[in-house]
């Protein structure tokens, strides 16, 4: 009998990945007053009380797009929302952070009555009243465009300046006063991800022209310290993500992924690790014999690892053309220890997000079509939940196993036309009924008995997502 119930939980272990589940736990979804009308998410941060801070513009009639603020409650629910509209048509908040007394400030993109653009920070107080608005200064005749909050002892905005001749600079403006500190003469393209209100030491990415390599990725640490890269002659090199590593808010170095485009193999993702001052500890260069692959997605995680979702183009510009999505992972100290394909839909709208929490588990989305999924070694599938909308913008790899995805629910007319677009973001936890018969049973309680004292981040059968399969799954399964 031992035996029998043996190799059931075996054969249980084996088809596991394709058959586990997971349920939803909520969904927001945000109309606008005039429901046709478009919103879409430009960033989306977790807060310190566990909700989240959505972050756009929704269409309106009279003025194009208005400034849209979401404060999301840890179930779900619309705390608060903010809107704001300007004299121009271009109007959308970027980022946002945590101030002095308890105040929320966000970081907005408006257009004055000239049609240049502004950066304003409008200021909250926690229940989403409004406090107080700062225009920061620029140059006459200047766009300023916001790109993000970044720190280094104290806050800093960044923004890129556009004069009347099209050329570009990183502006930034310093401390709690916002007053303007300095510009750095190359085109800055965004700093390293923030995914929380955490005050971590930022990382910028741009470029600049060479006359050798065309365009050159340049890098600056600390808001002092500059670097650039430069792939093959004649070839154009941009930086894809930025990612530190290390522990606490002064982290160790960076990890910096860059698109380098220029010899035999196309576009090609060179990731570089580097120290807080831009020194490069050691580089590799990834490339698909004959194919482009460009960067999707960069995470770190627990161990200073290094994850990667890179998309290859095959065939490119070929009528066969299609795209796949690969999922790599080195060690911290450069050596690549996985190299997997994932299993998608090879399509050219193929397109991803990757993130990993504490535990170590990976959790990627994947467009066309839309689904959510936990991946194991291997690019192993451990669970997929299809999304409810087709383009993502964020996805949050939650402590206990639980996603927070969100992203524009597109929705169409009897003629299959896109008609508008929906902000929408859901929560799902994983399921206690693991072979996803509909019911939690004996099999999905020997499932996690035959799993019992096995630790690492390829368990489907640890649901609480610590690491280990314990009495805390057991439970969950039993209750």
């Not at 994850?307 to 050596?335: I, M, N």
């Not at 036309?417 to 929906?422: A, F, G, Q, Y």
């Amino acid at each position: 009998m031992l035996r029998t119930l043996t190799l059931w939980g075996l054969a249980l272990g084996v088809c596991l990945a394709a058959t586990a589940q997971v349920r939803e736990v909520w969904l927001y979804e945000y109309v606008p007053p005039r429901p046709e009308s478009i919103a879409r998410v430009e960033r989306m941060l977790r807060l310190s009380d566990g909700g989240y801070l959505l972050l756009g513009w929704t269409q309106t009639d009279l003025n194009g797009n208005d400034a849209l603020a979401i404060r999301l409650t840890p179930n779900g629910e619309a705390a608060w929302i903010y809107q704001i509209d300007s004299a121009g048509f271009d109007d959308a908040f970027v980022d946002a952070t945590d101030a002095p007394n308890d105040q929320l400030w966000l970081l907005g993109r408006f257009t004055d009555a000239n049609g240049l653009l502004q950066t304003q920070v409008h200021k909250l107080s926690a229940s989403g009243q409004p406090l107080g608005v700062q225009t920061l200064v620029s140059p006459p005749n200047t766009h300023l465009r916001p790109l993000g909050f970044g720190f280094h002892h104290t806050l800093f905005a960044l923004t890129e300046g556009i004069n009347a001749a099209g050329e570009s600079q990183l502006r930034l403006y310093e401390g709690w006063g916002l007053n303007f500190y300095f510009a750095y003469n190359f085109r800055p393209w965004g700093a390293s991800y923030r995914a929380d209100m955490q005050k971590t030491l930022s990382a910028i990415g741009g470029t600049v022209a060479s006359n050798t390599r065309q365009l050159d990725a340049y890098l600056l640490f600390a808001y002092d310290f500059a670097t650039s890269y430069g792939g093959p002659a004649r070839g154009f090199d941009a930086p894809a993500a930025i990612a530190p590593y290390g522990v606490g808010e002064a982290p160790t170095g960076y990890y910096t992924a860059v698109v380098s485009e220029g010899g035999t193999t196309g576009d090609d993702v060179v990731l570089l690790c580097q120290n807080v001052v831009g020194n490069i500890r050691w580089g590799y260069r990834y490339s698909n014999q004959l194919h482009d692959d460009l960067l999707e997605s960069l995470v770190v995680d627990a161990q200073n690892r290094p994850h990667l979702l890179v998309k290859s183009v095959q065939w490119a510009g070929e009528p066969f053309e299609r795209h796949t999505l690969r999922l790599l992972r080195f060690s911290a100290q450069g050596a690549l220890q996985e190299d997997a394909a994932l299993d998608t839909e090879a399509t050219a709208e193929a397109a991803g997000l990757l993130r990993a929490n504490a535990a170590g588990q990976r959790f990627v989305a994947v467009s066309s079509p839309a689904f959510l999924a936990r991946v194991g070694a291997n690019g192993q599938y451990l669970w997929r939940a299809p999304l409810p909308f087709a383009f993502f913008t964020e996805l949050f790899a939650e402590a206990g196993g639980s996603v927070v995805a969100a992203g524009e629910q597109i929705l169409r007319n009897e003629f299959n036309r896109e008609t508008t677009r929906r902000l929408t973001v859901v929560k799902y936890a994983p399921s206690a009924d693991l072979n996803g018969n509909g019911c939690v049973d004996d099999a999905d309680l020997l499932t996690v008995l035959f799993a019992f004292g096995q630790s690492g981040a390829n368990l489907a059968a640890d649901l609480n997502g610590d690491g280990a399969v314990d009495d805390a799954d057991l439970l969950l399964v039993l209750f």
